[in-house]
């Protein structure tokens, strides 16, 4: 298949472009700044053009003809202005685009927080995917549990023997934490599987949910010892939330902060699963599994070798800036 790939510099994107490449598609990829192409994009042809700007995105894409698209785009912020011209004002003009290129089919990697949305960027994300969905191009909007980097900032300074710090008892909140390669390869069947067309896919990785008590239980497990567990009340993260949000009337920049810590609360409470609605709860065994890449093995990775590659970004709460 022609496939036109936007957001494959990005963690999860740079995965996809190299399984679509190993299983012989053709490969495409916008990207915003050449210096952005590394090695994980050989193999692909790579077209620079600013997806937020629609002809600008278009001149990328010229006369080609495509048959799918896999969106991968996502704030890198988390700052509310910037999820709307990401997550749904970019992947709005790329899949305008897809469909004059004869587009059929549209990967979406949302996540699988937005079924219960109370943040910017889950609304921006709900936006696209009805957009998406009324468009009438195939589509298979794709929404993933915890990956493996969200999961991971804490792992070198537990080495060090500082505490695993979690909010709560630590068992507030799990998941079914997938690979970023496992991820990359479920969301390139959905090319090639037409059960997955138009379908919202949930989806972990393999095993049973983890709390951030059975993290560090892990990692223990690695330290040969018990890892100390310091609890953080949650009540802390709304407190800093609203008073940040609160002095955001003047100063904008402090409203922004609120959004982060806003997200760092939403996970600090809500699971990572699908949620039950008739029964107002989170539900594990509805939560598919797919791979075969484990948490251990990746805490075992980390532990010897460190953080490199892992892109924490929003997901270094926990971290110290030497932590990679
Ligand atoms: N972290 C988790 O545990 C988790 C769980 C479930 C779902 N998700 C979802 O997974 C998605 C992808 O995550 P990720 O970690 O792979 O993202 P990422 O590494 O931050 O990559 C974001 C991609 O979007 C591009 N992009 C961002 N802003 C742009 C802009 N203004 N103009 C053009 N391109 C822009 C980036 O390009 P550049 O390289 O040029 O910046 C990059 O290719 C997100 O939607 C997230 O919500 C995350």
Redesign the pocket.
Known sequence: MRVLVA???????RHVVRELVLRGHDVSCV???EA?VTEPLAGADVRCG???DLASVRAAVASQRFDAVVS?????TGAPA?AW???HQ?NLNVLEVARSAGVQHFVL?????VQRPRLA?QHA?LAFERALMASGVAYSIVR????F??LAGQVPAVKRGKPFMVFGDGELTACKPISERDLARFLADCLEHPAKHNQVLPIGGPGPPVSPRQQAALLSELRGAPVPVRRVPVWLLGFIAALLGGLGRWFPGLAEKAELVRIGRYYATES?LAFDAAHGRYDAEATPSYGHDTLRDFYARVWSEGLSGQ?L?D?ALFTKGNDT
């Open positions: 957001g494959g510099t990005g963690y999860i994107g990207v915003r700044r952005a600013e997806v937020t991968c785009l996502a704030t890198r910037d011209r990401v997550e970019a990697l949302s996540a699988i927080c960027f994300k993933p549990t915890a990956f980097k969200s990572m892109e970004g997901h």
